[in-house]
Nanobody, 125 residues
């Protein structure tokens, strides 16, 4: 069983920045694919970004490309999502997810086994 805990959400003005953190338990964190998803009220959960086991491969959804950066520190069992130039449409609950294994890319929620509880990000205009 892997536990996933997100932190770092909050309220920020449009154009501002936030950094989300996600800690996943387990001695084999370095073998996990890590992803970030988000879900706005009344909408389906959508892919934001993911990073392969060693951070060598990263992928982003089109709406966040050039503004968000995903990174990981395997020594700390932590993955980060740096969010810059935030827009009101980025407002959502952000979820961290992990899938053990060597996959480099998954962008569908059903491809991830373990999920955190989510952290709220609100961007005011």
């Amino acid at each position: 069983q892997v536990q996933v805990v997100e932190s770092g959400g909050g309220l920020v003005q449009a154009g501002g920045s936030l950094r989300l953190s996600c800690v996943a338990s387990g001695r084999t964190f370095s073998r996990y694919l890590m992803g970030w998803f988000r879900q706005a009220p009344g909408k389906e959960r959508e892919f934001v970004a993911c990073t392969s086991w060693n951070g060598g491969s990263t992928s982003y959804a089109e709406p966040v490309k050039g503004r968000f950066t995903i990174s990981r520190d395997n020594a700390k069992n932590t993955v980060y999502l740096e969010m810059n130039s935030l827009k009101p449409e980025d407002t959502a609950v952000y979820y961290c997810a992990t899938e053990p294994g060597w996959a480099a890319f998954h962008n569908r929620p059903e491809e991830y086994t373990y999920w955190g509880q989510g952290t709220q990000v609100t961007v005011s205009s």
